[in-house]
């Protein structure tokens, strides 16, 4: 048993490494695969004390996966702050930052895969929506940098005038991501050819390219 006496300072890196290595445990065997236990013994913690830090291997895993959209964040940090993306027309900067989902399907598709089995467990394990808020918060989110790209658009005339922007960027992203999803899962029915698959979200950013131009 833990000790009360441990550092505050202590306990905390203990949490976090169990976060970090649980998160890279998912992301190499799925979800369903980790046990409680393995995480336990890869991190060298007891079981006890990563239920009493957790509660639950859903406690877990909603922390893993918050670190993990974390961790792209990081990532994709300062990229659209630059004076060469800021000289494009609005519409090319709107453009750029859709075929950003590219860069994620196609440099993180273990990520993408596990993305697909968590919305899973959340619904299965019916997810009370005030245990997803740090989550949520989390999640990699192009939308402020989208719509000022839009604004920029609207001010040059490389854009059209949206009724609802926000509805528009959420139908795209949200068809992106499940198709993405969909892709990475792989090949399933005889018709299904996915070795276009980078083609198919092309055509997606293409569509809604088009839609956002001003003609």
């Excluded at 079981?47 to 895993?61: E, N, P, S």
């Excluded at 467990?121 to 918060?137: F, G, Q, S, T, W």
């Excluded at 992203?173 to 050819?193: R, W």
Aim: include cysteine.
């Amino acid at each position: 048993m833990e000790s009360e006496f441990i550092p505050q300072n202590f306990r905390s890196k203990r949490i976090h490494h169990a976060i970090e290595v649980s998160s890279q445990m998912f992301l190499r065997n799925g979800i369903e695969n980790v046990k409680m236990t393995d995480i336990a013994d890869e991190c060298g913690i007891g079981v006890a004390t990563l239920y009493r830090y957790f509660g639950t291997k859903t406690g877990i895993t909603i922390a893993a996966m918050t670190h993990l959209w974390e961790e792209l964040k990081k990532m994709f940090g300062g990229v659209f702050d630059s004076p060469v993306f800021k000289k494009q027309t609005g519409l090319k900067q709107c453009s750029d930052l859709m075929r950003m989902f590219i860069v994620l399907y196609e440099a993180h598709p273990a990520f993408m895969k596990l993305l697909g089995e968590f919305d899973l467990m959340i619904i299965r394990e019916n997810v009370p929506k005030d245990k997803l808020v740090d989550y949520e918060k989390s999640v990699l989110n192009f939308y402020p940098v989208f719509e000022t790209s839009y604004l920029a658009g609207i001010e040059d005339g490389s854009v059209r005038e949206i009724e609802n922007f926000q509805l528009f960027y959420l139908s795209f992203a949200h068809t992106f991501m499940e198709l993405s999803k969909k892709l990475i899962q792989g090949e399933l029915l005889p018709s299904d050819n996915f070795s276009v698959a980078t083609k198919e979200l092309e055509t997606v950013i293409d569509a809604a390219v088009y839609y956002l131009k001003k003609i």
